[in-house]
């Protein structure tokens, strides 16, 4: 019998097919379109909103704070003189000035007007100074009622009192005295507590963070005694030595100051010689009749000792009442800078509950640091707490 193969259904039905599968590519490219359509919408979308946001930002004035104005005038000033080295101060703690006027008619930084809300008018300057090998730049900025840059000094000078604890004023300088004061201060890497204000308005502080330098005095041969006491001589001395390598120090478990801490501080004049045990003056006549100079660091005198405490019986260094009343005591034993004169070996040291003894050089105690910072170092913020000390910026 004949095949019943009809050839002409086979190929019925394979056009019937090729109709579905045209249709279905027919479907996907009009929704490959419509989507490819959308995603140009919206690209479209998003540029036209950056455009948008672009155009009124460039007719919106920014908002700035005062410290942002303040960083900005600085930031103006460092670069006017990378570009005018020949204008920077060439002595230490020499200083230059340029007013923000002038670093904007030298297109440093825009005029202080656009940086300031409406009504607010201001006047700012750039202060800067040598100190070592840095420059210590301190912009300064008044606007009225509104805003005005404030020292430390300013901030701590308004809280003189003239009786119990607290910052007395003393001929020029200003000293902290009794046991509960506000005078702590942060640096970047460690805690301070300012100690006085000196004449010249520079402001010295106490290290007052873990004990971080340990160990003698001094630890040579002395020939007046035949051995190891040590020599009762500041310059020559193992812990000046120690002091300094302190300050150098980058040390991420041992420095103390960051660079931009000591572009802070200043040189000053160590005041380093001996004093009698029955000495009673306490004003530093004794020991800054002999000074090292141009020093970064330090330890305090036994004179400075004397006057952060109130008790009215702290006559001579070595009396007990020196103890009370004074927020220097803090439970270590540590070094001043004060050597005895009644001898070549030894020096005034502070015992673990604030007494002062006169001891050999080759004794083991703490050094605690004395540094100087600038008299127009800034408040950024603070109290003077424990809590919320001082700091600068």
């Known amino acids: 019998m004949g095949s019943n193969f009809n050839v002409g259904s086979f190929n019925a039905i394979n ?135 404030k020292s430390l000094k300013d901030a701590i000078t308004l809280q003189v009192v003239t009786q119990g604890y607290g910052l007395y004023q003393v001929g020029d300088s200003y000293i902290y005295r009794g046991e509960l004061v506000d005078n702590y201060v942060q640096l970047d890497l460690s805690l301070w507590r300012v100690v006085k204000i000196t004449s010249n308005g520079q402001i010295m502080l106490i290290y007052a963070g873990d004990s971080i330098l340990s160990g003698s005095w001094d630890d040579r041969y002395n020939s007046q005694v035949g051995y190891n006491r040590g020599i009762n001589n500041y310059g020559t001395s193992r812990v000046r030595e120690s002091l300094e390598s302190l300050y150098e120090s980058n040390d991420e478990d041992g420095a103390i100051l960051s660079d931009d801490d000591r572009s802070k501080l200043v040189s000053f004049d160590l005041c380093i010689a001996k004093r009698t045990a029955a000495d009673t003056t306490k004003d530093n006549s004794v020991e800054c009749s002999e000074t090292f100079s141009n020093q970064k660091i330090g330890l305090l005198t036994a004179a400075d000792y004397m006057m952060a405490s109130l008790d009215e019986n702290c006559q001579t260094i070595l009396d007990r009442a020196c103890q009370n009343y004074n927020y220097l005591t803090n439970g270590d034993k540590w070094w001043l800078i004060t050597a005895s004169s009644e001898n070549t070996s030894d020096v005034y040291s502070v015992n673990s509950s604030g007494v002062v003894d006169s001891v050999s050089a080759s004794s083991y105690r703490v050094a605690r640091p004395v540094i100087m910072l600038d008299a127009n170092v800034m408040l950024d913020s603070g109290k003077g707490t424990l809590e919320k000390p001082y700091t600068i910026k």
């Open 15 to 149: 056009t019937d097919e090729e109709k579905k599968s045209s249709s279905h590519k027919g479907t996907d490219n009009e929704l490959k379109k419509k989507l490819l359509f959308l995603g140009v919408i919206i690209v479209a979308g998003v540029l036209v909103l950056f455009l948008i946001l672009f155009l009124v930002s460039s007719f919106v004035q920014k908002n700035y704070s005062y410290d942002d104005i303040e960083e900005i005038m600085r930031d103006a000033a460092v670069q006017y003189f990378k570009d005018n080295s020949s204008k920077l101060p060439e002595n230490e703690n020499q200083r230059v000035e340029i007013d923000a006027s002038t670093l904007a008619s030298y297109e440093y930084m825009k005029p202080l007007s656009e940086y300031t809300k409406d009504g607010v008018s201001c006047s700012g300057k750039v202060s800067v100074q040598t100190n070592g090998s840095d420059y210590l730049y301190i912009p300064t900025l008044e606007c009225g009622d509104a805003y005005i840059t």
